[in-house]
DNA sequence: CTCCTTTGTCTTTTT
DNA sequence: GACAAAGGAG
């Protein structure tokens, strides 16, 4: 039973208000997700209401998970039964069981950002545009906005026919949504734009949700866009039992089409709402509130407000200015060691940054100095070519109709059917309809495939066998057997390549996802396990309990806190980065700083503040001078450290324009290629074996056995286990995962 | 048809 | 500097 005593006055407030729409302005570190678990506690145990009509909407999957545990920890009854999902994963639910009221199959395919470029490009060559007029990434980000508007094709060139440019998009557009629909595909803004209208065209069906769902509550409200916005009003359209809770100062994914509008005008949309402040900070010290609050006040568009705290003063603010990144990042790692000495574990702390490419270097001094670390983002797993290809194959077996997968594997192993018999194979798809796969399948009937014929046999046979055994057999067998059958394992193993065994090893990785999948899963199905993995960013928190620092960019370290942050590279050009500093609009700019408020309030006892005077971006060294956001934190918060790091002290970047670019000797160190580095293993964590020779272990996927072996091998051990049902086996130790029983 | 070299673009950030 | 795409040789 949750304890509500434990809340302050404006938190109790918020979890009684349980009728009726309510917006909460909570501050960074203000109890924000403890009050909306505590609300959904309160709306269980003492007004009664069924777990099942609650629903909580996030953005991230961190997020959800996260709040997810929480209602699990506080409602010991019916808490695993509140919908507690991203807005994308609650869309692609209920698609699931709608969508071919609006014509698609049930099995669509989800297309990630990659497979939009592809798809584009397609459209490009079918409309004969030049990239160079139109950049692919123009037309994407086009388009995209466009969806979150709710704007279809149509509507979209119809709101721009005097414009040459954007009524070129619209036919891009246009053929774009075409293919989408011909290949039974959604692009990540489909999920949202095809939910919304299914109830617009179908009240029916919204009356369901909507007397499905009475309570709901939306969390990170500032980062919504407009359709997020409609898909939220339609299902509490009856009811409207709508809590909403957000920061307007943290609102900084306006980029993507977070429409701020959304919470600042929310009371005039909702004209009884309810508005509830939480100001007070339990997160971080004094002078970090301090700080945060100095940073985000030359912000002018936003909600007047102040954060205070309780809690002590604690040390000042630590900022450091080095020479270049590399020094950066070895100050960083000496700090961590010594802080590390001083008993303060590796877990507590955490690097952030702006941009992903930062990450390179401080991982190279971390592994040079023995630091464990994790990191965040970066290169997701699932857009690794080796894993990409394998799972074009589930999405082949599961959508036929899915051209864009066809084309990736249909040569993958090499099989001696190139780009022109494809070709061939497209252009009569276009004459005769129908798609990609069902144009191989008849082959012989297509003209200039002939010769090709007998290797496109091959492909499709393949194709048959694996359905046929989709049906019978689990999808891990499934999954086995396409890395077998197809060759694409013995291609790898016969490379011999450091990096042919990494991508075995991510191949393992995936192996054990699927597992996982299919032990968890309630009903696991190929369409299901496609579909988690296109909406879920990365295999975070795999394992969480390991002892690391944490890297990641500033973005994805929303919602989180760390008792000690580093926030690197704070420097004019890279952040606030040079696109916002150049923009007419002082918006973008206010964006950065939002930002950086973010990345401080992130921490909870110390903060630590570093730049680099020079700096290798696009390999040409940049001289940058010190952030303006450290400047704007007043000098009594902060300690400079041992040589003058005051930031106005400097005289070399006497230019007025900030970052004096200019080619610069590269300096080339002698810094070692970081080697393709495997997800599965990385490389700092020297692996270590807590069973030996004659032990009883356990693998996920093969079961129980005995290990015979063990041969020491580079960073790694070569482990051979003799297991019950399925042999012997060879296997890396770090990969293999094998638990002692 | 495949492999290799050259060229160009990129740096925001996530589902 | 890193990676993908395009172009050229075998």
Known sequence: MADYTELNQEQQAAVHHTDGPLLILAGAGSGKTRAITYRIAWLIEEM???PYQIMAITFTNKAADEMRQRVDALVPFGGDQVWIATFHSTCVRILRRHIELLGYDRNFTIYDTDDQKSLIKECYKALQIDPKNIPER??????SNAKNEFLTAEDYCRENQDDFRKS??????REYQKRLRANNALDFDDLLFRAV??????PEILEQYQERFRYIMVDEYQDTNRIQFLFVRMIAGKYRNLCVVGDDDQSIYRFRGADIRNILDFEKVFSDAAVI??????????????AANEVITN????????LWTENAEGQKIRYREFESEYDEAEGIARELKAMNARGIPYEDCAILYRTNAQSRVLEEKLLLYNIPYRIFGGVNFYQRKEVKDLLCYLKVIDNGRDDLAVRRIVNVPKRGIGMTSIERAAQYTQEQGGNLLDALFEAEQVPGLKRAEAKI?????????????????????????????????KELEQEQTEEALARLGNLDEL???????????????????????????????????????????????????????????????????????LAEDSSELEEERRLCYVGITRAQKTLHMSGARRRMVHGESRYSKASRFVEEIPEEYMEYGEQDDRPRARGYAAGSGGTLSGKVSSGKTGYFKKPYQSYAMPLNQAVSIDYAVGDRVKHIKFGQGTVTEIRPGGRDYEVTVDFEKVGVKKMFASFAKLKKM
């Open 138 to 143: 123009a037309a994407m980000n086009e388009i």
């Open 48 to 50: 009664g209401i069924s």
């Open 511 to 581: 192996l054990n996802k699927i597992v996982d999948y299919e032990e968890h899963a309630d009903e696991p199905d190929l369409s299901g396990l496609l579909e988690e993995i296109a909406l879920v960013a990365d295999i975070d928190n795999l394992e969480e309990n390991r002892s690391c620092v944490v890297l990641m960019t500033l973005h994805s370290a929303k919602g989180l806190e760390f008792p000690h942050v580093f926030l690197s590279g704070m420097e004019e050009g890279l952040f606030p980065g040079m696109m916002s500093i």
């Open 277 to 290: 402040k939480l100001e007070q900070n339990y997160r971080s010290t004094g002078n970090i509130l301090n």
């Open 299 to 306: 912000n002018r568009g936003r909600k007047a407000k102040r």
């Open 197 to 202: 209208e299914l109830f617009q065209f179908h």
């Open 168 to 173: 070129r998009i619209g036919e891009i557009y």
């Open 457 to 489: 046999r091959g492909f499709t046979d393949l194709i048959l066998e694996f359905r046929a055994r989709a049906a019978e057999s689990s999808l891990s067998e499934l999954f086995e057997d396409i890395l077998e059958k197809t060759g694409y394992r």
